[in-house]
């Protein structure tokens, strides 16, 4: 009977000291309210990036044909921003100037294509994905088979996640001829300050 309390004993002094190296704690100094990281970026899942990817392509490939209702279907109620010199302020607005733009290239002979790469993402609040992409803008005459170059420069924009859905929101284009453009007016003003 001895060698069991004497066991209990040994077991209870050992666990006493142990529980005595551990640090206490003080529930008064530890706060409640701590805020969270709001600057924790999260990453795009890669079905999101698949499905804005088909967006913005799905977009740009209707664009280039000429099936400007169809532009309609990628796009947010309030999409602003201007793609190409073809301001985007609502789809409602787009929507009214479709017939014009569509009578604009209906006898052209070129056919305009986006050539898109390098498309980067980057998630904010509210189900918002901002994005940036390179683009070349490329034009084939249809008659002699020539094509030119018309435009290299990239696209910066956001989507939204609406009922399931990525819609464009904002989409610029933004061509590097303005750089080129600045740079020489930058020369001939420090020429003509000499």
Sequence with gaps: MLKPLFAAAMVMSLFACTSQNQPQRDPLKESSTALPDTTLKYDVRYRDQQQIEKVIYGFAENFDNGNLEKCLEFMDDSIRGEIDGVKLRGKENFATRV????????????????????????????????????????????????????????????????????????????????????????????LLKK
């Design 99 to 190: 017939v014009q733009l569509g009578e604009s290239v209906k006898n052209a002979k070129f056919q305009q294509r986006h050539l898109i790469s390098n498309m980067q993402f980057e998630m904010l609040p509210s189900d918002t994905v901002r994005v940036s992409m390179y683009c070349a803008n490329v034009w084939t005459d249809i008659t002699s088979g020539e094509i030119q170059l018309m435009a290299v420069g990239y696209y910066k924009g956001k989507l939204v996640k609406k009922a399931d859905k990525w819609l464009i929101a904002v989409l610029n284009s933004l061509p590097d001829s303005r750089l080129v453009e600045r740079y020489y007016k930058e020369q001939e003003d420090s």
